[in-house]
């Protein structure tokens, strides 16, 4: 029995966990499908930025790269603007919230500036992006700023000096993003950023990681931490079912904010 185009593209991140380069004549035997349908499935991947296109093939991405933030920005998919929003909503006034820099979690911030404007609260951030997003809106009484070693490419602070400062503070939330999210854990090719991640999850009462589902089943350089460390997920689309059991066991709860979701073992958020 053929499976679905999803399915499909997510078992063939799957095999790139396995084997580093898989064929297009391979997989299309062993789905069982065209080879033109392969290669679209590759070109799709490809574009998503999960797997290095080859010539009659793909190879799995570097553990260790990652195009900066204004490129994942550039190719970010639809999705992630649903995350920001069920993220911001989550937010209680007079709450301490620390928010971390990445292509997603940047969301975040218009639903807070611009979301009941009289109920103030405390944001702690490392990411100029998230700063800027905030803007001068009534609705947040503080917008604190980490100090820190300046890396352009994530438009953020990190180092020593955040990390410490960090851990002066206590916070109700912390919202981190991460690079992939696997059975294996969830990890980040930034060292510098896992350091930080970290910080705000050790001070945070509960911590949300927001990825959408191109990050589901990939792994990446270091480990932020065990399923154990967090409170929940917000994506864009369901995970695949062995990642879900995991998370299940783990007692992490998986927020997908997309109404055509339709599983029953998840919180679908409209």
Not at 52 to 66: I, L, T, V, W, Y
Not at 106 to 123: F, K, M, V
Not at 214 to 237: A, H, M, N, W
Request: proline letters at 4%; glycine letters at 10%; one cysteine or more.
């Amino acid at each position: 029995m053929r499976i679905g185009k999803k399915e499909r593209q997510s078992r063939i991140l799957q095999e790139l966990q396995i084997h580093p380069h898989v064929r297009v004549a391979t997989l299309a035997e062993r789905f069982d499908v065209a080879t033109e349908t392969i290669r679209r499935d590759l070109d799709a991947l490809g574009r998503a930025g999960l797997v290095m296109r080859q010539f009659g093939g793909a190879s799995a991405k570097p553990m260790g790269h990652q195009p900066d933030l204004a490129q994942r920005q550039l190719g970010a998919v639809a999705g992630i603007g649903r995350i920001g929003a069920q993220a911001g909503k989550m937010v209680q006034p007079g709450e301490v919230i620390m928010i971390d820099a990445g292509s997603t979690v940047t969301r975040i911030a218009p639903y807070l500036s611009s979301d009941n404007p009289g109920q103030h609260r405390t944001i702690l951030t490392n990411c100029y992006a998230v700063a800027h997003g905030m803007g001068e809106q009534a609705a947040i009484d503080d917008v604190i700023l980490c100090p820190g070693q300046f890396d352009p490419r994530e438009n953020a602070v990190y180092g020593h000096d955040t990390v410490d400062f960090l851990r002066r503070f206590h916070a109700n939330r912390a919202f981190i993003g991460a690079s992939g999210l696997s059975s294996h854990g969830f990890s980040d090719v930034n060292r510098k950023a896992v350091a930080v991640k970290r910080a705000m999850m050790e001070r945070s009462d509960e911590t949300w990681l927001l990825v959408d589902h191109t990050k589901f089943e990939q792994r990446y350089l270091e480990s932020i931490g065990p399923f154990s460390t967090l409170c929940g997920v917000i994506t864009d689309q369901a995970p695949p079912e062995n990642l879900r059991e995991k998370l299940a066991r783990a007692g992490v709860e998986v927020i997908v904010a997309d109404p055509e979701a339709g599983l029953s073992d998840i919180r679908i958020v409209v």
